[in-house]
């Protein structure tokens, strides 16, 4: 896909692949992002990752990439007349990497695992763990980087397999930003000579016998507190009316979550909502840290925020500011080549959407009861779970308990 962005002084290349950890078995969790690692470490002309890197610095870019539940991105900015170069570069990254020194790279994302766990080898990452309360079983509620024992399985041999399955001709080629059209289109069709692939399989998630709240013991100086919400997938009908009722909770320090935990109570520092939307099926969550003995307010404030938005339609000014801040977000990637690149990259893998203003088109359609509707679907307590870390008392975990029994 080809975004031209005239005033840009730069092109940026997005590769988006349908790979991650809502497409692994078990026994392989954390392939995709380990596989992810060694794209860096060298190609045939390139043979090393220092090479690798240093060809990418030379073109005046630098190679980035991650690993989510179901996609992968491979990216990299470079001045216009480097883009051909960088395409030739980036292709044979995607084709044949040497995948190098896989016990070096090994004992580096073990460093990146041991980041989410305690000194006695537990899981302690809130969003890890909301991850796996939410979709329990699940590949969707596996760490994206894996755990410490399936790294060690994983050898050339399971990566050479994981990337000839993923790594096809249906990923996604994106340039966006400044150059010449027809030398960029021939560069992409005869570098990005990709086997034929298939779509990857998955299994949808078993409903969710919610309310489900789980604590996790940690000694620091404050509780985290994770809520998350069942919520609908890229292709439902509510799927618009999802991401406005987000916007009218979290966009802005003027918005519902914000405007009560911390500009009128003080509860805490910060507070957040995200949706996050797959194939099948979406998860709506709030976040918060706060001192140990606010957790039960904190808790209760949230609820209570949803139990508004249940019960009665945002204002008309609500929507409004939305969807402007949607339309100004949108019109800001035309000042980024990198975030058009991105934008075009995943609309065009998922078919969610295929440009800003059919985005904006969508988001224009939804009335203010629809959000209230589609909050009443979404916040039931069946479709919850949440998870608490930190250090929290008996006493307070059963308060917690009563507090999250109200939402019903």
Known sequence: MLVPLEHAHTAAI?????????YERSAENGISHFLEHMLHRGTPSHPSAHEQALAFERLGGTLSASTTVDHGVLGVSVPPENVEPALELLAEVCRSPVLDAIEVERGIVREEILEGLDARGRRVSPDDLLREASFPEHALGRPIAGTL?????FDERALRRHHLAHYTAELVVTVAGRFDRRPVLRTVERTFRLPKGRAPRFTPPRRLAGPRLSFVRESS??????LGFRAPGEHDRDEPAVELLLRVLDDGTSTRLYHRLCDE???????????????DVGLFDFAAECSHERAVVVLSEILSVVRDLREM???????DKARERHRFQ???LQDSAAELAAFYGIGELTGFFRSPEERVARLEGVSAE??????????QPRALAAVVVGDVSAAQRRRLGRAFERLA
């Open 313 to 319: 339609a945002p204002r008309g000014e609500e929507l």
């Open 221 to 226: 100086s404050q509780t985290s507190l994770r």
């Open 14 to 22: 997005a590769v988006h692949v349908r790979v991650g950890s809502r």
């Open 330 to 332: 949108l019109a800001a």
């Open 370 to 379: 629809q959000v209230r509707a589609v909050a009443a679907r979404v916040f």
């Open 149 to 153: 024992a399936t790294l060690e399985r």
């Open 265 to 279: 109570r003080g509860l805490c520092y910060d507070v957040s909502a995200l949706f996050e939307a797959y194939e």
